[in-house]
């Protein structure tokens, strides 16, 4: 099924791309999600971004406590 993403997501996942910082990236990303619609057509992407979010957030725990410890 196509996903028909708005034009503001589409917007969001490109400015995700082309994030530099960790922080920047997560913002974006969130932003993106949220600006996707919620349906059988997106459940897939909704899948992969979530799960990418969550190795972001799991990869800046990680350099926090490198950091501190």
């Given at each position: 099924?196509?996903t028909?993403?708005?034009?503001?997501?589409r917007a969001?996942?490109?400015?995700?791309?082309?994030?530099r910082?960790?922080?920047?990236?997560?913002?974006?990303?969130?932003?993106?999600?949220?600006?996707?619609?919620?349906?059988k057509?997106?459940?897939?992407l909704?899948?992969?971004?979530?799960?990418?979010?969550?190795?972001?957030?799991?990869?800046?725990?990680?350099?926090?406590?490198?950091?501190?410890?």
């Amino acid at each position: 099924m196509p996903t028909n993403l708005p034009a503001e997501a589409r917007a969001k996942l490109a400015e995700y791309s082309a994030a530099r910082t960790l922080e920047e990236k997560i913002e974006k990303l969130e932003e993106a999600i949220g600006l996707i619609p919620d349906h059988k057509g997106t459940e897939k992407l909704r899948r992969q971004l979530r799960r990418r979010l969550a190795e972001l957030r799991r990869e800046l725990e990680e350099r926090r406590q490198r950091r501190s410890g």
